[in-house]
């Protein structure tokens, strides 16, 4: 079963505005992770925070994670066209690991 | 170097035939997993490996097999295709610690079975 629950599904906005897509998961976990996928290519790991982390940057992304309401949100700033792409979260499970579990994903589009 | 790579990239089988993807990866990783992602959908882990020799049961493990005879090497299996398992085939790697990192994937293969 998928831990890992992305909300909006899809969204649209304008190049130049801020992107935010939330991910809701189950159990307790050791990390969450966000990935990016381009159209018919692979993921490619975009950030990973830890569960005693807040908050982590990377370059134009920003990532919060709040245990206690087991929710993490990715925040894309200034998108840009090549920012069009769907965005996964992945749970790494505190108990059992060895593997992540995704989300179904957001699919972001950047419009000029 | 490589990364990881997939063979092939795209295939069309007929209902009961057989075929095997190759995943590749250079990185020395001891953590590789086999996903399939669907229209629309995430990714489903089919099985994983974390070392040479040694494999195990995904969340949707039926119709496929895998072999990890070389660390280097992670097999996938379809012994009898199905039109359900028409889909996009990931492979990805991991380092060790636990699998609980950063993965690495392939650029997948297409396969359509009719």
């Known amino acids: 079963s998928q831990q890992g629950e992305e909300d909006p599904q899809a969204l649209s906005i304008q190049e130049g505005e801020n992107a935010t897509m939330n991910c809701s998961y189950k159990t307790s976990i050791n990390n969450l992770q966000w990935y990016r996928q381009n159209s018919g290519r692979g993921l490619v790991h975009l950030i990973l925070?830890?569960?005693?982390?807040r908050e982590k940057h990377s370059g134009r992304l920003r990532v919060t994670l709040d245990t206690s309401k087991k929710s993490s949100s990715l925040l894309i700033t200034a998108s840009r066209a090549a920012d069009t792409a769907s965005y996964f979260c992945a749970t790494a499970p505190f108990q059992g690991a060895q593997k992540l579990v995704f989300g179904q994903g957001t699919r972001l589009t950047i419009n000029p | 170097n490589a990364g990881v790579t997939q063979t092939p990239k795209f295939r069309v089988l007929k209902t009961g035939q057989s075929m095997t993807l190759l995943c590749a990866q250079d990185?020395?990783?001891?953590?590789m997993y086999w996903y399939r992602q669907d229209p629309g959908m995430g990714l489903r882990l089919i099985h994983y490996s974390v070392g040479e020799g040694t494999t195990a049961k995904g969340e949707v493990p039926d119709g496929y097999n895998v072999s990890r005879l070389k660390k280097q090497n992670f097999l996938l299996g379809l012994e009898s295709a199905a039109p359900s398992q028409t889909s996009v085939y990931f492979c990805?790697?991991?380092?060790?610690?636990?699998?609980?990192?950063?993965?690495?994937f392939g650029p997948g293969t297409r396969l359509t079975v009719l």
């Open positions: 925070i830890r569960s005693n982390e």
């Open positions: 990805a790697t991991a380092r060790g610690t636990g699998g609980w990192g950063e993965q690495f």
């Open positions: 990185m020395n990783h001891e953590y």
